[in-house]
């Protein structure tokens, strides 16, 4: 009888270990609510203060966050590569787009430009994690696919 915790099938190469993929899925889900929250507040000001950058720099650095934490979740499951990327791109794209239109029924401005931020923040955020993978993917390989005592 095997053990209900291990599965007989090897993870893929690259895998991080369950709770690494845990805590990288539990940092994705509470930055996107955060920035759900931050996006729809009435009165943004209010968080971000008086000397913060500007409206295209907070939606680019924004971004940026929340395609790296997303694209490190997928990422920490192994098997990622610029495919993945691409496609898990697609429905960040469409998330940014409903977060943007969404935004008037708080009180906010919806605005194309903005979008257009949102996704050069993805591009960078998802694009970061796949380079860093792929730079690190051989010291992963080392320490991750060690053999495990019984």
Not at 67 to 93: D, I, N, T
Not at 117 to 143: C, K, N
Request: hydrophobic share 50%; net charge neutral; charged share 15%.
């Amino acid at each position: 009888m095997t053990d209900a915790r291990r599965s007989p099938i090897p993870p893929p190469a690259g895998a991080l270990p369950r709770a690494v993929q845990r805590g990288l899925d539990l940092l994705a889900a509470a930055y996107t609510c955060i920035l759900l929250y931050a996006t729809h507040h009435p009165r943004p000001a209010e968080l971000v203060g008086p000397d913060a950058p500007g409206d295209k720099s907070l939606h680019l650095i924004a971004y940026t966050l929340l395609g790296g934490v997303v694209a490190a979740a997928f990422a920490s499951r192994g098997g990622w590569g610029w495919r993945a990327a691409a496609a898990l791109f697609v429905p960040l794209a469409l998330f940014a787009a409903a977060d943007e239109i969404t935004q008037p029924l708080f009180g906010r401005f919806a605005d194309g430009v903005d979008w257009a931020f949102d996704e050069l923040g993805l591009v960078a955020g998802i694009g970061l994690v796949t380079v860093a993978t792929r730079l690190l993917a051989p010291f992963l390989a080392r320490s991750v696919n060690r053999p495990r005592e019984a």
